[in-house]
């Protein structure tokens, strides 16, 4: 057997191996919905939130957006069991659920899910590179992980933002930078989980996505800052000053093992320079590390991360996979992989370490790939 063949035929046992444990994966996760989640399906979902922040624009003006006793109300109002908890994300995201107010909420609840499995699939379907049989196990792999079937479950809108990143590769990819500078700007419903890649974008030379991106995301700014006025925005100021004192928001972010302070200040800085260095690397060449380093750097840089915003890191391991990696990104990433997995046991430092190697693994420069193997399916997952 050649070197070729023998190759292949591992790629495909590679393949063959992740459909299985991706859909073991989705069993488990099938399973544990069924019987911890489903019951409180309605009442646990955050969409209940982002749901009752749209009423309360609707009903009592967006100055009154982040009134936290206007959505305290208006949650609590939707039936008996309904918890409430502030809303923290930006206008964006409101606009979006808007529409989903013309319907009841148990309707709107179910339209909700189903639009955030047709986003996570579009994320799939745009960004996973390989073969057929690569894509399928890349497609269970997704929805199997945790944090993503988690996300999906509690209605949490980090698979828009995957699908609106995911497009804007695929549109640069294509030549499109205006539009896929414009796909780039839904980042803002939920902007911290992406919040470097238009950095990113910009030093690595993508100049007209990086100014579609920057009009776009102007007009939503201006738009917002009219809507809300001086007192919403100072409503949100108090909130998210609040919200970075919380446990949960810090969890699983650089501020949780190292605590507040001047030393926060400081590992965000080195997290800037390696993502510029990484994208300043790759300068003129395609988007994928570009948007990969913005994405790991985002989550290392931000004080706000969920549980479920890891599923973002898969979509960097898929374009860092079509930008043909060296043999130990491979290897970060399946360990990567399996710490998200494990992410209730093994908590933030493991995973904050393996985002923080990736992304170092992206400034340092690439060695070329050997000359024989460029069309092989192990490095064709680069390729369209």
């Known amino acids: 057997m050649s070197v070729i063949q023998y190759l292949r035929a591992r790629t495909k046992l590679w ?3 992740g459909l299985w444990a991706g859909t ?15 019951p409180q ?17 609707l009903r009592h003006g967006y100055s009154h957006l982040y009134d936290l006793s206007a959505q305290k109300a208006t949650v609590e109002g939707l039936g008996a069991g309904f ?31 189903v639009f955030l499995l047709v986003a996570a699939v579009l994320a799939w379907y745009v960004a996973a590179p390989g073969g057929w049989l690569t894509r399928a196990a890349h497609l269970a792999l997704w929805l199997g992980v945790f944090p993503v079937a988690f996300g999906l479950m509690v209605g949490q809108p980090v698979a828009l933002v995957a699908a609106a990143v995911a497009a804007s590769w695929w549109l640069a990819d294509r030549n499109h930078p205006v539009l896929a500078g414009l796909a780039l700007s839904v980042i803002a419903i939920k902007p911290q989980v992406a919040l470097l890649i238009p950095l990113c974008l910009l030093v690595s030379g993508h100049t007209r996505m990086f ?51 001047p030393q926060i200040y400081a590992v965000q800085a080195i997290v800037v320079v390696a993502a510029v260095v990484a994208a300043w690397r790759h300068r003129h060449a395609g988007a994928e590390v570009p948007i990969a380093a913005g994405i790991t750097a985002s989550l290392l840089f ?9 599923a973002m890191l898969v979509v960097a391991g898929w374009l860092a996979l079509r930008a043909q990696p060296s043999p130990w990104q491979v290897g970060l990433l399946v360990v990567g992989y399996a710490l998200l997995e494990l992410a209730l046991l093994v908590l933030a430092i ?34 369209r």
């Open 83 to 113: 918890y409430w908890s502030p809303f923290l994300n930006p206008p964006p995201l409101v606009w979006l659920a808007t529409p989903f107010t013309l319907v009841p909420f148990n309707v709107a609840i179910v339209l909700w899910t």
């Open 350 to 383: 493991p995973i904050l370490l393996a985002e923080a190697a990736f992304l170092i693994s992206l400034a340092l420069p690439a060695a070329k790939p050997p000359r024989d193997l460029h069309e092989l399916p192990v490095v064709a997952w680069s390729r």
């Open 15 to 17: 393949g063959a191996a």
């Open 211 to 261: 100014g579609s991106w920057l009009v776009a995301t102007g007009l939503m700014v201006l738009v917002a800052l009219a809507a809300l006025g001086p007192d919403g925005m100072h409503r949100y100021s108090d909130v998210l000053s609040l919200a970075s004192q919380w446990e949960p928001t810090r969890r699983y972010a650089v501020a949780g093992p190292l605590g507040l302070g």
């Open 41 to 57: 399906y309605r009442v646990r979902n955050d969409f209940r939130l982002i749901y009752g922040a749209a009423l309360t624009a």
């Open 24 to 38: 073991l994966l989705i069993a488990f996760d099938l399973y544990a919905a069924a019987v911890t989640y489903i």
């Open 302 to 310: 931000t004080p706000y991360v969920g549980f479920q915003d890891f």
